[in-house]
C-alpha cells in the first residue's frame, strides 16, 4: 500500500496503515482563499487497484488581517458637507471564514466615525464619513489610526495609520458611471490590448473639476498583468493572461479630483479559457513482468490524465496505437487502467512498447502520448524438440566402452530452468542386435561395401530360418500320413520283409531327428527321403 499525489505530503504507516502528515502543511499556500481539499490516491499491489482519499485541510488563524499600506494619506475639503463618505484601503487576511477578516475600527475622534460595506466579491471595505464639519484654520491635519480584525478566538488584528490634511473647499466629489464594471477577455489575447475604459465626471469647474484615476487597494499580481491609465481611465493587458493560474481579477478604481474628492467603482474581469494546454499522462503504477499465461483483463497499469483547461477543452479521452493484445478501461477522477485483451506469447513477442495517447476535446483538439515498455514473462508452455528426427551413426564393433559414438541436440524456446534440457534414453533395439552376431559377425562399417555384407549375411540367416521351418513342416505332413495302418507297411504291426526284425519304438524321432541335422548342411547338398512306408526300413536308412 502506498501514496500517490503530486505533492507527497502524506505518507503510509506500512504496518498499521495510518496515514501520516510528512511534511508542513500551509493551507494558505497550497489552497489560497478557497476551502481546501487534497485528492489522493492509494495504490494497492498484488492485485493491483487503486482508492481515493479527500484530506480536508483546516483552517486554523494564523495570519492576521494586514492592510496594504502602513499609512494612508487623505485630502479632504473644509467644505465637504457631513455625511460625506471617502474610501479607504482595505484589509486582507488569507485565512478563510471565521478565521478571515470580520470588522473595522477607528480611533475615537469627533469628526470622523467608520462604516463597513460589502463588494460584490464579498470583500468588506471600509468608509470614512465626516461627522462635523471640517475647519482648516482652526486644524489642518487629522490624525486617525484604523484597525481591522479577523473572528478568530482570540482575535488577530492589523493597523494602518491615516494622515488627513484638511484643504479648501471643493463642492462636489467625482461620480462613476457605474458601481460595478464586468468584462469577459480570452486568455490568448496579447499584451497591450484594451479590456474596458471607466469614467467619472465631476459637476465642479476647473481645477476642482480634474480627475485623476488610480488602482485602489489591488493584489500585487493584478497591477503587474493591468496597467491604468490615470488620465483616461483604460485598462489595458501588460502581460500574457493565464486561465489555468487566474480565471478572475477583481480591482477597485478610484477617481480623486484635484481637491482630493475621491469616489470609487468595483472593475471584475472574467477570463476565458481556449485549449492552450495539451493532456498530461501521469503513469501510477507499472507491473514489473507480465506472465505470458496471464488472464484477459488482468490490470498491469494505472495511469492518470490531467488538463488544466476547463470544460470540453479539459474532456480527455485515452487511446491505444497500434494492433497491441492490450487495453483500457475507465475507472474514476481520471484514472484509468490498461489489461491485457488477448493471449500472450513470450517466444513470440518477449515485450511490447505501448504508446497511449490522450486527446482533449477542445477546437482544435489537443493530444499528448505516452510510451511504456511492458515485459512478458516466461512460463514453460514449450517441450524441447530435436534438431532432426532421426540419427544414423556408423559404429565399428570393437569400441571401448565409454567411447563417444555421437551427439544429439535439443532445443527449449522457454527461459531459465524452463529452457534447460536433459537427455536419457527411454527406448533401445540393443537386444535385438546382440541376439543377430550370435548369428554371424559384424562385418567392420569401414566402407559402404562392408554395410551392405552384414545386411546380406542378416538376409541369408532368415532365408535359412524360413527354410528350415519349411522342411519340418513337410515332414511332419509325410510323418503323418504314413502313421496310417497298412498291410505288409514297415511302420504297422507287422514285421519288415526283408530284416525281419521289429521296428524301435523310438524310430521316427530318431529319423526326424536326423533329418533336422542334416538341414543344417549347406544348402547346394540334395538328399532324398523315402517316399514308400512299405519297403525295406534299413534301405530306407541306408539310403538317408
Given at each position: 500500500?502506498?501514496?500517490?499525489?503530486?505533492?507527497?505530503?502524506?505518507?503510509?504507516?506500512?504496518?498499521?496503515?495510518?496515514?501520516?502528515?510528512?511534511?508542513?502543511?500551509?493551507?494558505?499556500?497550497?489552497?489560497?482563499?478557497?476551502?481546501?481539499?487534497?485528492?489522493?490516491?492509494?495504490?494497492?499491489?498484488?492485485?493491483?487497484?487503486?482508492?481515493?482519499?479527500?484530506?480536508?485541510?483546516?483552517?486554523?488563524?494564523?495570519?492576521?488581517?494586514?492592510?496594504?499600506?502602513?499609512?494612508?494619506?487623505?485630502?479632504?475639503?473644509?467644505?465637504?458637507?457631513?455625511?460625506?463618505?471617502?474610501?479607504?484601503?482595505?484589509?486582507?487576511?488569507?485565512?478563510?471564514?471565521?478565521?478571515?477578516?470580520?470588522?473595522?475600527?477607528?480611533?475615537?475622534?469627533?469628526?470622523?466615525?467608520?462604516?463597513?460595506?460589502?463588494?460584490?466579491?464579498?470583500?468588506?471595505?471600509?468608509?470614512?464619513?465626516?461627522?462635523?464639519?471640517?475647519?482648516?484654520?482652526?486644524?489642518?491635519?487629522?490624525?486617525?489610526?484604523?484597525?481591522?480584525?479577523?473572528?478568530?478566538?482570540?482575535?488577530?488584528?492589523?493597523?494602518?495609520?491615516?494622515?488627513?490634511?484638511?484643504?479648501?473647499?471643493?463642492?462636489?466629489?467625482?461620480?462613476?458611471?457605474?458601481?460595478?464594471?464586468?468584462?469577459?477577455?480570452?486568455?490568448?489575447?496579447?499584451?497591450?490590448?484594451?479590456?474596458?475604459?471607466?469614467?467619472?465626471?465631476?459637476?465642479?469647474?476647473?481645477?476642482?473639476?480634474?480627475?485623476?484615476?488610480?488602482?485602489?487597494?489591488?493584489?500585487?499580481?493584478?497591477?503587474?498583468?493591468?496597467?491604468?491609465?490615470?488620465?483616461?481611465?483604460?485598462?489595458?493587458?501588460?502581460?500574457?493572461?493565464?486561465?489555468?493560474?487566474?480565471?478572475?481579477?477583481?480591482?477597485?478604481?478610484?477617481?480623486?479630483?484635484?481637491?482630493?474628492?475621491?469616489?470609487?467603482?468595483?472593475?471584475?474581469?472574467?477570463?476565458?479559457?481556449?485549449?492552450?494546454?495539451?493532456?498530461?499522462?501521469?503513469?501510477?503504477?507499472?507491473?514489473?513482468?507480465?506472465?505470458?499465461?496471464?488472464?484477459?483483463?488482468?490490470?498491469?497499469?494505472?495511469?492518470?490524465?490531467?488538463?488544466?483547461?476547463?470544460?470540453?477543452?479539459?474532456?480527455?479521452?485515452?487511446?491505444?496505437?497500434?494492433?497491441?493484445?492490450?487495453?483500457?478501461?475507465?475507472?474514476?477522477?481520471?484514472?484509468?487502467?490498461?489489461?491485457?485483451?488477448?493471449?500472450?506469447?513470450?517466444?513470440?513477442?518477449?515485450?511490447?512498447?505501448?504508446?497511449?495517447?490522450?486527446?482533449?476535446?477542445?477546437?482544435?483538439?489537443?493530444?499528448?502520448?505516452?510510451?511504456?515498455?511492458?515485459?512478458i514473462g516466461d512460463v514453460n508452455d514449450n517441450a524441447?524438440?530435436?534438431?532432426q528426427s532421426a540419427y544414423s551413426v556408423h559404429v565399428?564393433?570393437?569400441?571401448?566402452?565409454?567411447?563417444?559414438?555421437?551427439?544429439?541436440?535439443?532445443?527449449?524456446?522457454?527461459?531459465?530452468?524452463?529452457?534447460?534440457?536433459?537427455?536419457?534414453?527411454?527406448?533401445?533395439?540393443?537386444?535385438?542386435?546382440?541376439?543377430?552376431?550370435?548369428?554371424?559377425?559384424?562385418?567392420?562399417?569401414?566402407?559402404?561395401?562392408?554395410?551392405?555384407?552384414?545386411?546380406?549375411?542378416?538376409?541369408?540367416?532368415?532365408?535359412?530360418?524360413?527354410?528350415?521351418?519349411?522342411?519340418?513342416?513337410?515332414?511332419?505332413?509325410?510323418?503323418?500320413?504314413?502313421?496310417?495302418?497298412?498291410?505288409?507297411?514297415?511302420?504297422?504291426?507287422?514285421?519288415?520283409?526283408?530284416?525281419?526284425?521289429?521296428?524301435?519304438?523310438?524310430?521316427?524321432?530318431?529319423?526326424?531327428?536326423?533329418?533336422?541335422?542334416?538341414?543344417?548342411?549347406?544348402?547346394?547338398?540334395?538328399?532324398?527321403?523315402?517316399?514308400?512306408?512299405?519297403?525295406?526300413?534299413?534301405?530306407?536308412?541306408?539310403?538317408?
Open positions: 500500500l502506498r501514496v500517490s499525489a503530486e505533492k507527497l505530503l502524506f505518507q503510509v504507516d506500512a504496518e498499521s496503515g495510518d496515514l501520516l502528515v510528512k511534511d508542513r502543511i500551509d493551507r494558505e499556500q497550497i489552497c489560497r482563499e478557497r476551502r481546501c481539499e487534497l485528492q489522493l490516491e492509494a495504490v494497492v499491489e498484488n492485485p493491483l487497484n487503486i482508492f481515493h482519499i479527500t484530506v480536508v485541510v483546516e483552517d486554523i488563524n494564523d495570519h492576521a488581517p494586514q492592510f496594504h499600506k502602513d499609512e494612508i494619506h487623505l485630502e479632504i475639503s473644509e467644505s465637504v458637507s457631513p455625511g460625506t463618505g471617502t474610501i479607504l484601503d482595505f484589509a486582507k487576511d488569507p485565512d478563510i471564514g471565521m478565521n478571515s477578516l470580520s470588522k473595522y475600527q477607528l480611533s475615537p475622534n469627533e469628526y470622523f466615525s467608520l462604516v463597513v460595506k460589502d463588494n460584490p466579491d464579498g470583500v468588506k471595505y471600509p468608509e470614512l464619513v465626516l461627522k462635523k464639519s471640517l475647519d482648516r484654520e482652526t486644524q489642518s491635519a487629522h490624525r486617525l489610526v484604523l484597525t481591522a480584525l479577523d473572528g478568530g478566538v482570540p482575535p488577530r488584528s492589523g493597523t494602518a495609520q491615516i494622515q488627513i490634511l484638511v484643504v479648501d473647499a471643493n463642492d462636489n466629489p467625482p461620480v462613476f458611471s457605474q458601481d460595478v464594471y464586468r468584462v469577459s477577455l480570452r486568455e490568448d489575447v496579447p499584451p497591450g490590448t484594451s479590456v474596458l475604459r471607466v469614467r467619472a465626471t465631476d459637476q465642479d469647474e476647473g481645477f476642482n473639476a480634474e480627475i485623476t484615476y488610480s488602482f485602489l487597494a489591488v493584489a500585487d499580481k493584478a497591477q503587474h498583468v493591468f496597467s491604468l491609465d490615470s488620465v483616461t481611465g483604460n485598462i489595458i493587458t501588460h502581460q500574457p493572461l493565464d486561465f489555468e493560474d487566474v480565471e478572475r481579477y477583481t480591482m477597485d478604481v478610484e477617481a480623486k479630483d484635484r481637491g482630493s474628492l475621491s469616489t470609487r467603482c468595483n472593475v471584475i474581469i472574467e477570463i476565458l479559457d481556449v485549449n492552450d494546454n495539451s493532456p498530461e499522462i501521469i503513469i501510477t503504477s507499472l507491473s514489473s513482468q507480465i506472465l505470458e499465461d496471464s488472464p484477459t483483463g488482468m490490470v498491469v497499469a494505472l495511469f492518470k490524465t490531467r488538463d488544466q483547461d476547463s470544460r470540453e477543452n479539459g474532456d480527455v479521452t485515452c487511446n491505444l496505437s497500434g494492433d497491441v493484445p492490450f487495453k483500457i478501461h475507465s475507472s474514476s477522477n481520471n484514472y484509468y487502467k490498461l489489461v491485457t485483451d488477448g493471449a500472450l506469447d513470450r517466444e513470440q513477442t518477449p515485450e511490447y512498447n505501448v504508446t497511449i495517447t490522450a486527446t482533449d476535446k477542445g477546437k482544435p483538439p489537443l493530444s499528448s502520448s505516452r510510451s511504456v515498455t511492458l515485459h524441447p524438440f530435436f534438431q565399428p564393433e570393437n569400441n571401448p566402452p565409454g567411447a563417444s559414438i555421437a551427439q544429439v541436440s535439443a532445443s527449449d524456446p522457454d527461459l531459465g530452468p524452463n529452457g534447460h534440457v536433459s537427455y536419457s534414453i527411454v527406448a533401445s533395439d540393443l537386444d535385438l542386435q546382440e541376439a543377430l552376431p550370435d548369428l554371424s559377425d559384424h562385418p567392420t562399417p569401414s566402407d559402404p561395401q562392408s554395410e551392405l555384407q552384414f545386411y546380406l549375411v542378416v538376409a541369408l540367416t532368415l532365408i535359412s530360418v524360413l527354410f528350415l521351418l519349411a522342411v519340418i513342416l513337410a515332414i511332419a505332413l509325410r510323418l503323418r500320413r504314413s502313421s496310417i495302418p497298412a498291410a505288409g507297411g514297415c511302420f504297422g504291426s507287422v514285421l519288415c520283409s526283408k530284416s525281419g526284425s521289429e521296428i524301435p519304438p523310438n524310430y521316427r524321432e530318431k529319423r526326424s531327428q536326423r533329418s533336422i541335422r542334416i538341414l543344417k548342411a549347406p544348402t547346394t547338398q540334395s538328399f532324398t527321403v523315402p517316399t514308400n512306408p512299405l519297403r525295406d526300413c534299413s534301405d530306407t536308412h541306408s539310403r538317408i
